[in-house]
T-cell receptor
Framework: DAGITQSPRHKVTETGTPVTLRCHQT?????MYWYRQDPGHGLRLIHY???????DKGEVSDGYSVSRSKTEDFLLTLESATSSQTSVYFC???????????FGPGTRLTVT | QQQVKQSPQSLIVQKGGIPIINCAYE??????FPWYQQFPGKGPALLIA?????SEKKEGRFTISFNKSAKQFSLHIMDSQPGDSATYFC??????????????FGQGTILTVHP
């Protein structure tokens, strides 16, 4: 998937536990994004980063935080997971002159 | 609030047919409209994109038609093949120079092309 890896690929966790998802890129792209995909909703932007330590909120950011300490890594944290955060999470990267060409392989998160 | 509405939810065509997927948007600030293709178990991949200053764009068998006054755009797949069976998403953004990735997606269309 064009230099984007996500870990873990699958995770089952309990309500109230913290969870961190990792996105790693080898393309040296400036922009990184976290989206969630749910049936009937398409993909929705959670947070994005436009540089190291530069992040901003997306459409559905409540309950999520992010960090980017290196160009290649973008972390998504669920501070206290809830069942409504059961979803497939996709990371994407892009340069400044166009949309993401590829998304990562996704992380399927189940909160029980 | 769903700002990009996509239809139909699912579509079945025979090989060689021309499936058409439609999208409508509300936000007049949107100025960039990509389409993504997603195969099962994979992340979406950019297929084709259009800006509102043109009414049509073709790339291979894929064509986007754009109607700015109606705030609608559509994807046509010419001579469809079984390998085109996938989920297709339209999207929109206010590119503004650096915001191409802040996409608002439609709900998706599951396309099945029978041999």
């Amino acid at each position: 998937d064009a230099g984007i890896t996500q870990s873990p690929r699958h995770k089952v966790t309990e309500t109230g536990t913290p969870v961190t998802l990792r996105c790693h890129q080898t393309e040296n792209h400036r922009y990184m994004y976290w989206y969630r995909q749910d049936p009937g909703h398409g993909l929705r932007l959670i947070h994005y980063s436009y540089g190291v330590k530069d992040t901003d909120k997306g459409e559905v950011s409540d309950g999520y935080s992010v960090s980017r300490s290196k160009t290649e890594d973008f972390l998504l944290t669920l501070e206290s997971a809830t069942s409504s955060q059961t979803s497939v999470y996709f990371c994407a990267i892009s340069r400044s002159d166009g949309p993401p060409k590829y998304f990562g392989p996704g992380t399927r998160l189940t909160v029980t | 609030q769903q700002q990009v509405k996509q239809s139909p939810q699912s579509l079945i065509v025979q090989k060689g047919g021309i499936p058409i997927i439609n999208c409508a948007y509300e936000n007049t600030a949107f100025d960039y409209f990509p389409w993504y293709q997603q195969f099962p178990g994979k992340g979406p991949a950019l297929l084709i994109a259009i800006r509102p200053d043109v009414s049509e764009k073709k790339e291979g068998r894929f064509t986007i038609s754009f109607n700015k006054s109606a705030k609608q755009f559509s994807l046509h797949i010419m001579d469809s093949q079984p390998g085109d069976s996938a989920t297709y998403f339209c999207a929109a953004c206010n590119a503004g120079g650096t915001s191409y990735g802040k996409l608002t997606f439609g709900q998706g269309t599951i396309l099945t092309v029978h041999p």
